[in-house]
């Protein structure tokens, strides 16, 4: 029984990490249930199977169109849908008949919805039901003699989608927070896992595992910044909110640099922090051991067991004794006399598993409370002594979009070129098919949702069109198979529409895939099914992909280059913000909230990755600028993990016993910032070159300045070398590699680098 239990659990385990929060599983089961629900009713109400079909397709639009977090703005904006609904279905009904009427009504209408975005997320739900509802009146050859039946059918359909999302599968932000924390102790557990399979690699498999262990670090860095997401909405105590988020952001730090530290431990160097975040990054060499060193590698492999363990038991209600006193082995090891005899860098690893039980330990402190403390060992009572004195302290204390009008918002411009393009794929839709044009549309529709260059587009385009092709094979297979089973096709259609959203975050390829199967069946349903129309379904996907693409390139382009260098002067500008305050506050200046300004790094950083996806996308022929694109952004990935680093240390300053102001590294913060701003000068002008506005000489951006190691310029002023894994040791290696990752920006980036021999151009990078 308790085996099987377990096997349940690890299973669990695996699954929650995959879908963080459930995000995916819910959307799929809302969205099916109302599909579902919305058809039994109809069928009970004797409705045709056309209307049917209608009434199946605006269930699904009104459930996955609203992402409001709060269930009140989602149910306004759901009673808002339902006559935005009613007009779009009247609209197309009476205007199908008269086609050059009908075609300018839907260029405007889908102008109006795609400016309706700069409204928030309620002006998109309600633009994207008044689109696929008119495009629902095109599919279902709305009439107006039918109107009456559609709008029944249609308020059927809000009000089963209603049903599922406040009653049935309920979704609200609190048991999103709870569900997202669960998903982040499954993905510490797993990079534990990958971290105990990197000591050990043999060197055959180290660069594979060492792959896995960066897709984990990802993995926990997207799961925490969910949870900080969900934390503005999903709790309204705002001390746990920041206590939490704080818990979140230690055990990320702790547990992502126990990695490079049990890297550093089986090799003959000390590991650089941009391994972990560039493929195909230079290895180091593997280490040579005496037969002490191996006894402690032996060591160290069963203290990583048993931190997988403390993780793993972190998400049960009751962690037992015996998990108590592997917490308690574990955090010893952050004493000194505790660590076993073994080189510097094994040593530092098994304090790396200290500082990772201290804040899995701090993590459960956060999320169930003291518990019971009559297992504790004076370092586990020294350690929750910590976390009660922080949490007491913290407890006690450019030009932005809304700026910009007309064209230059960026809404505005993504409605005219949507309109635009639209009109082209009307125009070359009505050539291929005088019925079905508006697939064409569809596409080009889409193409422009959630993307922000003209690269993002085309390569949206181009994963669409790869799984259209292939949902035409298996449509074409699935009505062969099914024949004239109606309920058969319906069931099947609601498997596909489940797997249809369950894909969409992960493959949008696999998404269109779905769709287009499903829309196999659903030709079926409405007895005009042929091969012959699923292959003009490829051909009107390719138009509609090709018109967006055109639309995109000769009306008011946002070019990738252009859109990238936006993106990156804003990580930059985060990053100096970050990096000077934190500086700041370690040298003895004012404290700031250090956390959510690393939060606001993050976020920046990950829509930076966002933009630079066509350049780093396979089908890319400028190989150059893909190896550049991967190059920076690993190496802005290292910064930000310093930083928040540095920013998770400094938020103690002002109340911690243990972590005193050093003002010397004042110069240190001068220095971040002034390297910084050259950066986002050299970038500026590389921008305003690209786009013909041009307003600087190039010649006030001064240089990079670089200087000896932080550890050596403290040690010249005649302080005591710091011991290895103190905080105050940690805190200059943070330092020290963000200081040099700044630096190492100047190379691909192209900006001169001054020495204390002279200076130094580098060449910009292609």
Not at 358 to 375: C, I
Not at 407 to 421: E, H
Not at 441 to 468: D, H
Not at 644 to 670: C, F, N, Q
Request: glycine share 8%; hydrophobic share 45%; net charge neutral.
């Amino acid at each position: 029984m308790r085996t099987a239990r377990r096997i349940r659990h690890r299973v669990w385990d695996r699954y929650s990490a995959s879908d963080p929060g459930l995000l995916r599983l819910m959307a799929g089961l809302r969205t099916v249930g109302s599909i579902g629900l919305a058809l039994l009713i109809l069928s009970l109400l004797h409705i045709s199977v056309t209307h049917m079909v209608a009434g199946a397709m605006a269930a699904m639009v009104s459930t996955f169109a609203i992402r409001e977090k709060r269930v009140r703005d989602q149910a306004v904006t759901l009673a808002l849908g339902l006559p935005t609904a009613f007009a779009s279905v009247s609209l197309g009904a009476l205007l199908n008949p008269h086609i050059v009427i009908g075609d300018l009504a839907f260029i405007l209408l889908i102008f109006g919805a795609a400016y309706a975005r700069r409204f928030g997320e309620r002006g998109t739900a309600l633009g994207m039901i008044g689109f696929q509802i008119y495009f629902l009146s095109l599919f279902v050859h709305a009439t107006g003699a039918g109107l009456p039946s559609l709008y029944l059918s249609l308020a059927v359909a809000f009000a089963c989608s209603a049903v599922m999302r406040f009653a049935l599968v309920p979704e609200t932000p609190e048991r999103t927070l709870g569900r997202l924390r669960q998903a982040f102790r499954a993905r510490t557990a797993q990079l534990v896992a990958s971290q105990i399979d990197l000591l050990d690699a043999d060197s055959d498999r180290l660069e594979s595992v060492i792959g896995d262990l960066r897709k984990d670090v990802a993995r926990l860095h997207e799961a925490a910044l969910m949870i900080q997401s969900a934390l503005e909405v999903g709790t309204d105590d705002e001390a746990a909110a920041a206590l939490l988020q704080r818990r979140v952001a230690d055990a990320e730090i702790a547990v992502e640099r126990l990695g490079l530290l049990l890297l550093t431990a089986r090799s003959a160097e000390r590991a650089d922090t941009l391994t972990l975040h560039l493929p195909n990054a230079p290895l180091p060499a593997p280490a040579r051991r005496t037969d002490d060193e191996d006894d402690a590698l032996r060591k160290l492999r069963a203290e990583l067991r048993a931190l997988h363990l403390l993780v793993t038991r972190l998400g049960t209600d009751d962690p037992g004794t015996a998990v108590a006193q592997v917490r308690n082995r574990l955090l010893a090891y952050r004493d000194e006399e505790n660590l076993p005899r073994a080189s510097l860098a094994v040593q530092d690893a098994f304090r790396g598993i200290g500082e990772a039980a201290r804040a899995v330990l701090g993590l459960r402190l956060a999320l169930d409370g003291p518990g019971d403390e009559s297992d504790d060992t004076p370092e586990t009572i020294r350690s929750r002594e910590e976390f009660e004195a922080e949490d007491l302290a913290l407890a006690g204390e450019g030009e932005s979009e809304q700026d910009r009008t007309g064209l230059g918002r960026r809404t505005t411009r993504a409605a005219v070129q949507v309109s635009a393009g639209s009109a082209l794929a009307i125009i070359g839709g009505e050539f291929l098919s005088t019925q079905r044009w508006y697939w064409a549309v569809l596409t080009c529709w889409v193409v422009f949702l959630n993307t922000s260059s003209t690269g993002e587009i085309l390569v949206k385009g181009y994963r669409r069109l790869i799984g259209t092709v292939c949902g035409v094979v298996a449509g074409v297979l699935l009505a062969g198979v099914v024949g004239n089973h109606t309920w058969t096709a319906f069931t099947l259609v609601l498997v596909l529409i489940f797997a249809m959203f369950f894909t969409a975050p992960v493959s949008y390829a696999l998404m269109s895939f779905f769709v287009t199967a499903m829309l196999g069946l659903l030709y079926s349903l409405l007895h005009t099914y042929s091969v012959s129309v699923l292959v003009l379904r490829i051909e009107e996907t390719a138009l509609g992909a090709a018109c967006g693409v055109i639309a995109a390139v000769l009306i008011f382009p946002v070019h990738t280059d252009l859109r990238t260098d936006e993106q990156l002067i804003t990580v930059l500008a985060k990053l100096r913000d970050v990096a000077t305050a934190a500086v700041a506050q370690l040298s003895g200046g004012p404290a700031v909230d250090l956390l959510d300004m690393a939060r606001e790094l993050d976020t920046a950083l990950d829509d930076l990755r966002r933009s630079t996806h066509p350049l780093t996308h396979p089908i890319t022929p400028l190989r150059g600028r893909r190896r550049t694109a991967r190059y920076l952004v690993a190496l802005l990935e290292t910064c930000a993990y310093h930083a928040r680093s540095l920013a998770a240390t400094a938020e103690l300053v002002p109340y911690s016993k243990s972590i005193a102001a050093d003002p010397r590294l004042a110069a240190v913060g001068v220095r971040l910032e002034h390297n910084l701003d050259v950066l986002i000068a050299h970038v500026e002008e590389i921008k305003d070159d690209k786009d013909g506005t041009t307003a600087t000489d190039g010649t006030a951006q001064g240089a990079i300045r670089t200087e000896p190691s932080i550890a050596s310029m403290l040690e010249g002023s005649g302080s005591a070398v710091p011991r290895s894994g103190s905080v105050t040791f940690r805190v200059l290696r943070h330092l020290q590699r963000l200081d040099e990752g700044v630096a190492g920006l100047a190379r691909p980036l192209g900006v001169t680098v001054a020495t204390s021999g002279g200076r130094t151009g580098s060449r910009r990078a292609a």
